[in-house]
């Protein structure tokens, strides 16, 4: 997974709590996404970032947020998790902002939220 | 209608046997097209890059582009267990990443 490693690999929770996922990289790449995946909805994006603190909405932000203090972690945080927050989130990366530049994913975090 | 349209599947085959894939979309500004492979409890991975329209072949895969149809395939040929896989289609216009949208995938498999 070109060093990208998601952590936890694997979270229960419970609606209501907060979370906290985790993306590193070890590319020292500039662009990182959080995508979730859900059946029949495919891949959808939630936060992304272009350098560091510089962020930006997605298709799906809401009651999501992120930072990006080091290249290298992309944060992803549930203020307050909800059962429709239960998904498989997956971190993208790449160097460069081409729009047909190679997206990197890491192996994803299965979240499930109770 | 979605802006990008993909079967869902699930499609099972013969190991030997060709494979199609296809996706349609409904953006006329979409220029780059992609296909990602993924395994299970995998994340996607490129497997095909293709710029406007045209075809490529790298191996037994082959991409190709209809852009006045706004049809794009991936053909495998002499498929293998190996690739059995969900594959994503994916398309851009002319901005980044963020503007990237998915296909829900195909989930393919391959039977020995």
């Known amino acids: 997974d070109a060093g990208i490693t998601q952590s936890p690999r694997h979270k229960v929770t419970e609606t209501g709590t907060p979370v906290t996922l985790r993306c590193h990289q070890t590319?020292?790449?500039?662009?990182m996404y959080w995508y979730r995946q859900d059946p029949g909805h495919g891949l959808r994006l939630i936060h992304y970032?272009?350098?560091?603190?510089?962020?930006d909405k997605g298709e799906v932000s809401d009651g999501y947020s992120v930072s990006r203090s080091k290249t290298e972690d992309f944060l992803l945080t549930l203020e307050s998790a909800t059962s429709s927050q239960t998904s498989v989130y997956f971190c993208?990366?790449?160097?460069?902002?081409?729009?047909?530049?190679?997206?990197?994913f890491g192996s994803g975090t299965q979240l499930s939220v109770l | 209608q979605k802006e990008v349209e993909q079967d869902p599947g699930p499609l099972s085959v013969p190991e030997g046997a060709i494979v199609s894939l296809n996706c349609t979309y409904s953006?006329?500004?979409?220029?780059?097209f992609m296909w990602y492979r993924q395994y299970s409890r995998k994340g996607p991975e490129l497997l095909m890059y293709?710029?406007?329209?045209g075809n490529k072949e790298d191996g037994r895969f082959t991409a190709q582009v209809d852009k006045s149809s706004k049809y794009i395939s991936l053909f495998i040929r002499d498929s293998q267990p190996s690739d059995s896989a969900t594959y994503l289609c994916?398309?851009?216009?002319?901005?980044?990443?963020?503007?990237?949208?998915f296909g829900k995938g195909t989930k393919l498999t391959v039977n020995p």
């Open positions: 590319e020292n790449h500039r662009y």
């Open positions: 993208a990366s790449k160097f460069g902002g081409r729009a047909n530049e190679k997206l990197f």
């Open positions: 994916a398309m851009n216009t002319q901005g980044g990443s963020e503007k990237l949208v």
């Open positions: 293709t710029y406007s329209s």
């Open positions: 953006n006329s500004a979409f220029q780059y």
């Open positions: 970032s272009y350098g560091v603190k510089d962020t």
